[in-house]
């Protein structure tokens, strides 16, 4: 089965999906931007299921390029799936790991039978990964996974961002 790829322009905390994607940071205990935004949105229960992640497995924080599921709160999605995005650098290549982050949160996606999961672009905000490059990493894994989600949604906030991913999700 191959999965679609749609794309949207808009606000990640009001699509219908599954899953929704958070871009979290590795306390999983709430930040700025996407992570910001969810924990907002979603409610206490989302930072409840982070702070018992936390407390079991996670207690040193989620490493970066991996990926853990809680529940949505009151976002319209059944799950949030956190991952933890590399900080860019010129002077290292860190794209395997970002690449983790989309294969690994769909590897959750499949553990919890989700079959539409809306991603935002990764590490492209305070991370400062470059859009361009965030956006072929995250078409091509994406395009190359073995998943069985049916639909995978990139919810871009700006007009740069979704004409970044229209260019290679042609």
Known sequence: MTTSITLVRGDITEQHADAIVNAANSSLLSGGGVDGAIHRRGGP???EACRALRASRYGKGLPTGQAVA???GRLPARWVIHTVGPVWSATED???LLASCYRESLRVADELGAKTVAFPAVSTGVYRWPMEDAARIA?????GADT???????????????????????
């Open 45 to 47: 229960e989302i930072l």
């Open 70 to 72: 809680t529940t949505a």
């Open 94 to 96: 860190r794209s395997e």
């Open 139 to 143: 078409v091509e894994t994406v395009r």
């Open 148 to 170: 069985r989600v049916e639909e995978v949604r990139f919810v871009l906030f700006d007009e740069p961002a979704y004409q970044a991913f229209a260019a290679l999700a042609a």
